[in-house]
């Protein structure tokens, strides 16, 4: 017969694993760059600078795409590329939706779909350019650089589900609208934190590229 393992006991012992990773210093993950433009109600508006990003496609649901995708992008950094150079892991992880350009009367972004194409990101190191990146052998993997954006941020912790980040995509939505900015891209969903992080420690955001209202199109951000 398994012992039964009493409440108590279960507090004090996830009490006792957050106080031992609080203990543990943090890892120097670099993070990518950004200046804090304005603090809004819900939401950070930030500006990004041009940021050079490996990137690759899958298709599947919202949940399951992270796994297969992760990996491709994490054999590249580890060291499958055309030198064998092992490159530095970044924070976040970005995961975006593909989805046709929004028309219509209701130009607005969509939320993210169910199933679907999705790409995810992971931002280069400072120090590497377009032309000193070691080339990725894999082809699903394409190396761009972002241009500079204008985004407003959501930050909040919890699991990483649909269900989650889709109530804190429309709180942002509803936030960007209200502040008078035109958000002009797909959101984007955010995560920092390694998978063995306790979910209630975790640093998840939701991000979307605006535009202020007032601004012309193609202005720059």
């Known amino acids: 017969m398994t012992p039964r393992v009493s409440s108590p006991v279960i507090a004090v012992l996830m009490l006792a694993a957050v106080l031992l990773l609080s203990a543990i210093p943090a890892m120097a993950t670099e993070e990518a760059p950004y200046t804090v433009v304005k603090q809004h109600p819900g939401f950070e508006l930030r500006r990004y600078p041009p940021l050079l990003v490996a990137e690759t496609q899958v298709s599947g649901d919202f949940d399951g795409v992270g796994n297969a995708a992760f990996r491709t992008l994490a054999d590249f950094i580890f060291g499958k590329n055309r030198t064998g150079e092992s490159i530095a892991m970044t924070a976040p992880v970005n995961q975006r939706p593909v989805v046709p350009a929004a028309t219509g009367p209701d130009p ?12 995810l990101t992971f931002v280069m190191p400072k120090g590497f350019t377009a032309s000193t990146l070691p080339a990725p052998t894999d082809p699903r993997i394409e190396i761009r650089t972002e241009p500079a954006r204008l985004m407003a941020a959501r930050r909040y912790s919890g699991r990483w589900t649909l269900e989650n980040y889709r109530a804190e995509e429309s709180a942002l939505l509803v936030d960007v ?4 900015l035109v958000a002009t891209a797909p959101p984007v969903y955010a995560r920092y934190n390694a998978p063995f992080v306790p979910w209630f420690m975790r640093r998840n955001e939701v991000l979307v590229e605006v535009r202020d209202e007032a601004a012309p199109p193609g202005a720059a951000p």
Not at 112 to 119: M, R
Not at 177 to 180: I, T
Request: charged content about 30%.
């Open 177 to 180: 609208r209200d502040a008078g």
């Open 108 to 119: 607005s972004p969509k939320p993210s779909p169910e199933q679907g194409d999705y790409v």
